[in-house]
Every structure is written in structure tokens, then in C-alpha cells.
């Protein structure tokens, strides 16, 4: 073994990760993408003045805002 085959070693371990690296960040970019397309709201078969009475029932909305809300809803 010469000298310089202990740095070839170590050359060829460094691209290894950087390659790693790379598809990783690929990768996450990736599904960064696709998962922001969705919007972040979840899915669902109720109706929209049924979410609202759910909202209102767990205090996230006070009466005010429930009515005026529903009123929009039912235009």
C-alpha cells in the first residue's frame, strides 16, 4: 500500500455522502413540493355550515362571528 491510496479511499467516501446529500435534499424539496399542494387543510365530507358548528361549539368563534359566518354561508 502506497501513500496515496489511503487518500483515494477517502475521496471516494467524501463523494459517496455528498451524492447522499444530495438525493436527500432532492428529495426533500420534493416532498416539500407535493405536500404544499394540498393546502394544509384536511379533507372532509361535512359541510361547511357543520364545520362552523363545530368551531363555534369548541369556543374558537364567539355567537357574533358564528352568525354572521352562517348568514354568509347560506347567501
Known amino acids: ?3 496515496g491510496q ?4 477517502m475521496g471516494g467516501i467524501s463523494m459517496m455522502l455528498g451524492w447522499v446529500l444530495v438525493i436527500g435534499l432532492v428529495a426533500v424539496v420534493i416532498w416539500l413540493l ?3 399542494q394540498r393546502g394544509g387543510l384536511p379533507e372532509t365530507d361535512e359541510s361547511p355550515e357543520v364545520l362552523l358548528k363545530r368551531r363555534y361549539a369548541r369556543g374558537e368563534i364567539d355567537r357574533e362571528e358564528y352568525m354572521r359566518r352562517l348568514e354568509d354561508l347560506r347567501k
Do not use: E, N, P, R
Open 1 to 3: 500500500m502506497y501513500a
Open 6 to 9: 489511503g487518500m483515494t479511499h
Open 34 to 36: 407535493v405536500s404544499g
